[in-house]
């Protein structure tokens, strides 16, 4: 009777681990949700794209808005006032307060009033500017550059988050399936060991060993099932349908396979990467404000033509003319020149700013090297994690062998009344942890390899391989 029980109870146990392992696939079940999906649902949707994407738009129109400083300027005007006309000799300083007035000094302080108007257009080129317009169209160039860079790298950034949420959850996933086959298997065993108990073939302490187990497997269990629903809630930010989520995910292939041999397909230059050519696009916008700084102290040649009319209802001698005298010009007049103006003290204003840009520049060089160094250890980590990860991948299902084996040799030992439960408990967790840690040791050779090919600055690698 007790090797019948003893017999029945580990065939019971057995039936649980292998249906609690097989998959199951529900008629009418919604489609799955790959990982392929969930990059480009959130390349497509995420904000910090589009806030990105946006930004590049504005410096593209910034650069439109640099090249019309070539187009000369046409500004036209038309006045009509009710004044006074008395006029005094002296001169103002520059203001912007009084109101200036033109004509003979008449002599009297008379408070009538009388129409004036006046009507004009003036035209303005630049000819030339010693490249200063040049260098702003550069620096507004380099913006976009930079901001196009930045496109790419939040693509990436996003892309590569969305691919490891993806891939955390799987792995949450696998450590709540065997916390959950752990608690079965406890459970299972706790009533074959309480029915041992009841027919007096096994002391009571067995039994409570195991409830001790059977705990400790349940707190493992609502851990990982935390650890499921805050990683599915990160993954959701990433899909359009944040209710995706709960589609079951198409993930057979990362627990069956690891990407062997992608990562020598080529040397490294991270010149190419989105982060190296952004910074390379700071320092080429820094570079073309130096150059406009140290054009701006330069004559400024402005090609000017005017022409204008006017109309006044009052006389040099000082009358008045009636009605709507005023209204309109009468009198017309044109100008054709050129403006040379420097200003001469600007040199100590600009030598500074030459001086502040020429030192943010510097500081971006030094910058595209650091960034440049610090690509090359972040290749350097990821390759040598994805070795050992890859070792690791290896090992784990030997780690698999031998636990399975020593359960099976605690058993017999404990059916032969050679052993306590206490190693078959031990043996059994060993076989849980193993089987966990083989899966997720697979899923860690494919996070790994994510964030090789995210250090490279392209995805599509992995995704090729995850497919």
């Known amino acids: 009777m007790r090797a019948a029980g003893v017999g029945c109870f580990f065939l019971v146990g057995a039936v649980t681990i292998v249906l609690a392992q097989s998959p199951s696939v529900a008629p009418g079940a919604p489609s799955e949700l790959t990982i392929a999906q969930v990059v480009q649902d959130a390349q497509q949707n995420y904000p910090s794209i589009h806030v990105s994407e946006q930004e590049l738009n504005a410096a593209v129109a910034n650069i439109r808005l640099a090249r019309t400083s070539y187009l000369p300027r046409l500004d036209g005007i038309v006045a009509v006032n009710r004044a006074t006309r008395n006029n005094v000799f002296g001169m103002l300083l520059p203001q912007n307060i009084l109101p200036g007035i033109s004509g003979p ?16 257009l ?54 709540r399936k065997a916390a959950q086959v752990a608690v079965d298997n406890w459970e299972t065993l706790r009533r074959s060991i309480h029915a041992l108990r009841t027919a007096e073939l096994r002391p009571g302490a067995d039994e409570s060993r195991i409830d001790a187990e059977k705990a400790a497997a349940s707190t493992q269990l609502a851990l990982a099932t935390e650890a499921v629903e805050m990683g599915e809630a990160t993954l959701s930010k990433f899909l359009s349908k944040p209710g995706d989520v709960l589609k079951p995910f198409n993930h057979a292939h990362f627990l069956g396979d690891v990407p062997l041999g992608l990562e020598d397909g080529g040397n490294f230059h991270p010149e190419s990467t989105p982060a190296m050519l952004e910074q390379h696009a700071v320092v080429s916008q820094s570079a073309s404000e130096l150059r406009a700084t140290d054009r701006s102290w330069v004559p400024q040649f ?61 500081a971006e060089q030094a910058r595209e090297t650091l960034v440049g160094r610090q690509l090359q250890e972040q290749y350097g980590q990821a390759l040598a994690a994805l070795h050992a990860m890859r070792s690791v991948a290896k090992n784990t299902p030997i780690q698999v062998v031998a636990a399975r084996t020593a359960l099976s040799q605690a058993t017999a030992r404990y059916k032969a009344g050679l052993t306590s439960i206490d190693d078959v408990a031990q043996a059994q967790r060993l076989v849980v942890q193993a089987e966990m840690d083989d899966s997720i040791a697979r899923l860690n050779v494919w996070r790994v390899f994510l964030q090789l090919q995210s250090v490279r600055g392209d995805l599509q690698p992995f995704l090729q391989a995850a497919q």
Do not use: C, M
Not at 316 to 328: C, F, H, I, V
């Open 122 to 175: 003036l035209f303005n080129w630049q000819p030339f500017d010693f490249g200063l317009r040049h260098a702003k169209v550069e620096s507004a160039a380099a913006a976009r550059d930079r901001a196009n860079a930045f496109v790419q790298r939040s693509q990436l950034e996003v892309s590569s988050a969305a691919a490891d949420a993806f891939l955390t959850v799987v792995a949450a996933g696998q450590a």
């Open 105 to 120: 000094v008449i002599g009297s302080n008379d408070a009538g009033s009388v129409w004036g108007s006046a009507t004009g």
């Open 302 to 362: 402005n090609l000017e033509a005017a022409g204008y009319g006017r109309g006044s209802g009052a006389e040099t001698n000082g009358q008045r003319l009636s009605g709507a005298n005023g209204l309109a010009p009468t009198v017309g007049n044109y100008a054709v020149g050129l403006n040379i103006t420097f200003g001469f003290l600007d040199f100590a204003s600009i030598h500074a700013r030459e001086a502040s840009q020429s030192a943010t520049l510097k």
